[in-house]
């Protein structure tokens, strides 16, 4: 069945090892090469290379095909950081988590087999909009709060949540995409990664941090969405930092934003991480209860 070949590929695509183990062998099917592919247009280009609308030959199934330069990566130092991203995409299954099938590479190339998101990126819709309306903020926000349950409930921590790293589905469904900077954790982490602007205070000052980075950052994302830029915004970076550290959380007159919403924000972008509103404590605020989609999907 077409599909499932592809699913298939995902569980094959968690040994990322580069020596072929006698356990793919057995399997020499679920090894993907570029002609099994008929690659359609550029959907855009990464720091490591391009993406390009591709169809699997034998079952039609449209994805997106992620194409890294091996010296690309060499050169910046990623390829265990691609390794960890790929280990850990491609063995999450949720609506709203951009699926990874799987991963084949050559001589000069890696490529990533994604689910194609066919609304592509948030961001743009975004930039377009200016702001979200709080139906659709709630629903898109709310969407992402029951994902990353599902990813804190396998021990994974995404800390990378952004408009950047969100793409739309065909449905109008938001997927969170890029992995790059995910830990799958049972420990408390002490890494500095991620762009600062989402960053909590226990990152930005390097102290451990826990799942809890994923409530700081979905709180700077839901103000991001209703006021169109994010919450510590500041000309230098020097500035941005001190005002996560302080939490300088400030709601401005405009757009009109409903005392509900500000009220969740403040739950979220909370200093003590253990004081964060909790995820499933969120599903139940009263302004994602009024505003948010329960299908998760925002109809224009
Ligand atoms: P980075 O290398 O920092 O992750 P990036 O996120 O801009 O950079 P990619 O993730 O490589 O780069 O993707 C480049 C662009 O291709 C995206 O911005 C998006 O427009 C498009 N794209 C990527 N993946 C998909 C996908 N699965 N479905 C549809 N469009 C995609
Ligand atoms: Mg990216």
Known sequence: ????????????????????SSENCAEEKLRWTLSDFDIGKPLGRGKFGHVYLAREKKSNHIVALKVLFKSQLKQSQ?????RREVEIQSHLRNPNILRLYGYFYDQTRVYLILEYAAKGELYKELQKCKYFSEKRAATYVASLARALIYCHGKHVIHRDIKPENLLIGAQGELKIADFGWSVHT?????????????????????????ASVDIWSLGVLCYEFLYG?????????????RRIVKVDLKFPPKPIVSASAKDLISQMLVKDSSL???LHKLLEHPWIVQNADPSGIYRG
């Not at 599909?3 to 968690?14: D, F, I, P, R, S």
């Not at 990623?78 to 691609?82: I, K, S």
């Open 1 to 20: 069945m077409a599909t499932e070949t592809l699913a298939g590929a995902g569980a094959a695509g968690g040994d990322t090892n580069n020596k072929v």
């Open 78 to 82: 990623v390829e265990h950081q691609l």
């Open 186 to 210: 049972f420990n408390r982490r002490r890494t500095m990664c991620g762009t600062l602007d989402y960053l909590p205070p226990e990152m930005v000052e390097s102290v451990e941090h826990d």
């Open 229 to 241: 830029m994010p919450p510590f915004e500041a000309k230098e970076h020097s500035d941005t930092y």
């Open 276 to 278: 964060r509103l909790p």
